[in-house]
Structure formats: structure tokens, C-alpha cells
């Protein structure tokens, strides 16, 4: 997969005003609490606990929004409205479209960290 299929380039160099050393930086910064966001959101499923599911899901919908990348953006914010709803009856399989997403978008942002975007 292309980078520019999960993440806009233009945009989010421009974010960083083209420093590609401080991207790296965000970008494992990001890393590092990607995995707990994935992880508190899925115990808040689990426990059916909406106010931690709305709260983990803001976190991780605003540490991609940084990133300017649209659909890991969404499914944040679709579990972010469950919890807020209080409506865990698709959160799971919100959930697991989510982790395609976020796995995905890891991806890319590994491949802009080893190669930038050339």
C-alpha cells in the first residue's frame, strides 16, 4: 500500500513544516502510546465501561488526527460516540475495523520514518 492511501503527505509535511526529523519524533511518539490506546479502548469494550471507552477513543482519535489520516480518524471517533452513547452494540466489531486500520496506518507511518516520502 501506497503511503498517500492512509495519509495525506502534503499536509502533514507541511504540519512539520517539511522536517522530517521532527515526524520521525511524532511519529514515535505516537508509537509508543498507539498501543495503549488500542489496549485501554478494548478493556472499556470488554468491561462495558462507556466512560473509559470514550475517553481512551478521544485519546487515540487525537493522537492520529496529528497525522492527518481520515479513516483510523473515524473509527476512533465512531468508538469515541459509543462510549459517549453508552452503546456497546457494535463496539466490537467497531473495534476490530479499527485495528485493520490502526495496523495499517502504523505501517505507513513506519515506512515514512525508514524511507520519508520519496
Keep these: 500500500m501506497k503511503i498517500k492511501d492512509v495519509i495525506d503527505r502534503e499536509e502533514l509535511l507541511s504540519l512539520v513544516d517539511g522536517d522530517m526529523e521532527l515526524l520521525c519524533e511524532l511519529i514515535d511518539l505516537f508509537m509508543e502510546g498507539c498501543q495503549k490506546h488500542m489496549s485501554d479502548i478494548e478493556t472499556a469494550i470488554i468491561k462495558k465501561d462507556s466512560s473509559g471507552l470514550y475517553h481512551s477513543a478521544h485519546a487515540l482519535k487525537g493522537s492520529v488526527g ?5 479513516e483510523p480518524f473515524n473509527m476512533a471517533f465512531e468508538l469515541e ?4 452513547d453508552e452503546d456497546f452494540s457494535d463496539s466490537i466489531k467497531a473495534y476490530k475495523t479499527l485495528e485493520e486500520e490502526i495496523d495499517i496506518f502504523r505501517q505507513n507511518l513506519e515506512l515514512v520514518k525508514e524511507n ?3
Design 116 to 118: 520519508g516520502f520519496f
Design 66 to 70: 496529528n497525522f492527518v489520516s481520515n
Design 81 to 84: 460516540k459509543m462510549g459517549k
